[in-house]
């Protein structure tokens, strides 16, 4: 595999090692607050908001977060330049540090709203929307998408697809090293059946030094994280962050510089997740809202499944408050976790 790229081939934008990827129903602002017990320096990703929905929608609702989630990307999703320009001048505004562009969701409903991974066959479009949103902030403008889709099988219309992205003010791309069926596989399976590529993201970095190059996809361990570094500039983890947060607790550490640390114990993050809980309730949000993300927080100990089904039948409750939290973090504490 290429090393990695020398000091005088970095982008302009800021090194990112490690992100955590854009996950709908997984990334909201909530689950982001908990990554932040987790890791400072990771970057994260909002959920997918629709460019359509911020020029007609609650902007407030779709873009508000807690500071503490900085650094914070926005993902749009659109196919209009008009209204992702409008977008990224919203994502300044509301003090984003970076904003993205979904070009390798499959899902049917993106399809039909004519945006993610289908747009790859329109690159001259997806460029135009890439200067537009480029030209209408100062902040950097990056990109998420497949190989390829359908029966694009060609390394040299990846390298194109790219190098147009580039021209057009793309400053990162971050490849999910598969590529897309469009027809015939729903969004689960688009993330397991195609065949990784690794290589060919390996050989785009080896092509364009200069770009920033994040390899996503297959990654679910530290170990998967440190290889992808051997190759390109940084590694985005997906279901893996989701399903096992605290798998995640050396990230700082390991990619960072940042001293060694004790892993957080649960106890404790549950702990640090109360004053947020209690702020978003104030603000009449649920308890579940918070309380879903916490439930990977312990796994493979006795009595962790029984935790969880407590934590769930307890914060699902409709008047559910503070006390369930303070419970399952005594419970926790008298256990060791």
Not at 72 to 81: C, E, I, M
Not at 113 to 125: I, K, Q, V, W, Y
Not at 145 to 163: A, K, M, P
Not at 187 to 201: F, M, S
Request: charged fraction near 25%; include cysteine; aromatic fraction near 6%.
């Amino acid at each position: 595999m290429p090393a990695i790229p020398s000091p005088d081939h970095a982008p302009a934008l800021g090194r990112h090692p490690f992100s955590v990827a854009p996950m709908l129903d997984c990334t909201d602002r909530h689950f982001r607050v908990l990554m932040r017990q987790i890791s400072c320096e990771a970057l994260l990703y909002t959920e997918m908001v629709v460019a359509q929905a911020l020029h007609y929608g609650h902007r407030r609702r779709l873009l508000d977060y807690d500071p503490i989630e900085h650094p914070l990307a926005l993902q749009v999703g659109g196919d209009d330049p008009l209204l992702l320009a409008e977008a990224a001048r919203m994502g300044e505004v509301w003090g984003y540090d970076e904003l993205n562009l979904n070009l390798g969701c499959p899902s049917e409903r993106v399809q039909a709203g004519r945006f993610g991974a289908c747009l790859m066959a329109e690159p001259d479009h997806v460029a135009r929307c890439i200067e537009a949103m480029a030209t209408s902030t100062s902040l950097p403008v990056t990109v998420k998408h497949r190989l390829g889709i359908d029966y694009q099988e060609s390394y040299d219309h990846l390298l194109t697809f790219v190098d147009i992205m580039a021209e057009a003010g793309a400053q990162r791309f971050i490849i999910h090293a598969r590529k897309a069926w469009l027809h015939g596989l729903n969004p689960k399976e688009n993330r397991t059946i195609p065949p990784l590529r690794y290589d060919w993201v390996a050989r785009l970095k080896q092509d364009r030094p200069g770009l920033s190059i994040v390899l996503n996809g297959g990654l679910t361990t530290m170990a998967d994280c440190r290889q992808a570094l051997t190759m390109c500039d940084g590694a985005m983890v997906g279901r893996a962050a989701y399903d096992h947060p605290l798998r995640w607790a050396d990230v700082d550490g390991a990619f960072y510089g940042h001293s060694p640390r004790h892993p957080p114990r649960p106890s404790a993050i549950v702990e640090a997740m109360v004053p947020y809980a209690e702020a978003h309730m104030a603000r009449g949000g649920r308890l579940w809202n918070v309380a879903r993300h916490l439930l990977q927080l312990v796994q493979g100990v006795p009595g962790a499944r029984a935790w969880r089904r407590r934590l769930s039948e307890g914060a699902m409750v409709r008047d559910a408050d503070l006390k369930v939290l303070r419970q399952a973090t005594g419970e926790l504490e008298r256990h060791g976790y």
